[in-house]
């Protein structure tokens, strides 16, 4: 494991993760834990609509995010245009991940958002600006609102028969594909919030304030979040 120096200083606030409506608990816990583990700090949670339910967490789900909320930043936030004031003040660009219909040459998923490109380098300028990208439900997707809001609509090219990826699986690959296009993301992190993750990882596990080893991966019961 990572000392805790290390571990911070490669964490970024350069990309944010948006769940917008993820009611399926195991891959919210799923998509925490891949957050952590490449380094992201914020993650923006977007409640599903009203009347909306969690499916039940299964056994083999239930320690799915190994605690690795504990080392998150979360802010709560009540809708699509919330999201986007929020990226207004913070000098982001709201991107939104969009996968065109399969056998479809049209890339635009509403008349008012942006056409889908491919997050890949030549399809979208380098280097990355600071950005907020959301996933929506696993069904749905992102919420029309939400399209019409953004300022890029992203996707991952597939190549097999079955045009669709697992929310938290497309997490993880769309995390990996920024974090190639932009190195430099990494460390790009205000100093008062590595103190605070510094010393949540001491809190987490004191022996890491004379070991310097990174956390463990101490199962935790996790609840969903939203």
């Given at each position: 494991?990572?000392?805790?120096?290390?571990?911070?200083?490669?964490?970024?606030?350069?990309?944010?993760?948006?769940?917008?409506?993820?009611?399926?608990?195991?891959?919210?816990?799923?998509?925490?834990?891949t957050?952590?583990?490449?380094?992201?700090?914020?993650?923006?949670?977007?409640?599903?609509?009203?009347?909306?339910?969690?499916?039940?967490?299964?056994?083999?789900?239930?320690?799915?995010?190994?605690?690795?909320?504990?080392?998150?930043?979360?802010?709560?936030l009540?809708?699509?245009?919330?999201?986007?004031?929020?990226?207004?003040?913070?000098?982001?660009?709201?991107?939104?991940?969009?996968?065109?219909?399969?056998?479809?040459?049209?890339?635009?998923?509403?008349?008012?958002?942006?056409?889908?490109?491919?997050?890949?380098?030549?399809?979208?300028?380098?280097?990355?600006?600071?950005?907020?990208?959301?996933?929506?439900?696993?069904?749905e997707?992102?919420?029309p609102?939400?399209?019409?809001?953004?300022?890029?609509?992203?996707?991952?090219?597939?190549?097999?028969?079955?045009?669709?990826?697992?929310?938290?699986?497309?997490?993880?690959?769309?995390?990996?594909?920024?974090?190639?296009?932009?190195?430099s993301?990494?460390?790009?992190?205000?100093?008062?919030?590595?103190?605070?993750?510094?010393?949540?990882?001491?809190?987490?596990?004191?022996?890491?304030?004379?070991?310097?080893?990174?956390?463990?991966?101490?199962?935790?019961?996790?609840?969903?979040?939203?």
């Amino acid at each position: 494991a990572l000392p805790i120096c290390d571990v911070v200083a490669q964490r970024t606030q350069r990309f944010v993760v948006v769940l917008e409506g993820v009611r399926n608990s195991a891959n919210q816990q799923m998509i925490f834990r891949t957050c952590e583990a490449l380094g992201i700090q914020e993650v923006w949670l977007v409640r599903p609509p009203a009347g909306s339910k969690y499916r039940a967490v299964t056994v083999r789900s239930r320690h799915a995010s190994r605690g690795a909320e504990r080392f998150l930043s979360f802010r709560r936030l009540e809708s699509a245009a919330a999201v986007a004031e929020l990226c207004k003040d913070e000098g982001r660009e709201l991107w939104v991940s969009y996968c065109p219909p399969s056998g479809s040459s049209d890339t635009a998923p509403a008349a008012a958002a942006p056409a889908a490109v491919a997050l890949a380098e030549g399809s979208v300028a380098t280097p990355l600006p600071r950005l907020a990208l959301v996933l929506g439900t696993e069904g749905e997707g992102v919420s029309p609102e939400m399209l019409r809001l953004a300022e890029r609509a992203v996707f991952l090219p597939m190549y097999g028969f079955v045009q669709s990826l697992n929310v938290a699986v497309a997490c993880g690959m769309l995390l990996q594909r920024l974090f190639d296009l932009c190195p430099s993301a990494r460390g790009d992190i205000e100093e008062s919030v590595q103190a605070e993750l510094r010393a949540r990882a001491i809190a987490s596990k004191p022996r890491l304030a004379a070991a310097e080893d990174g956390p463990s991966d101490a199962e935790v019961d996790e609840e969903p979040v939203l």
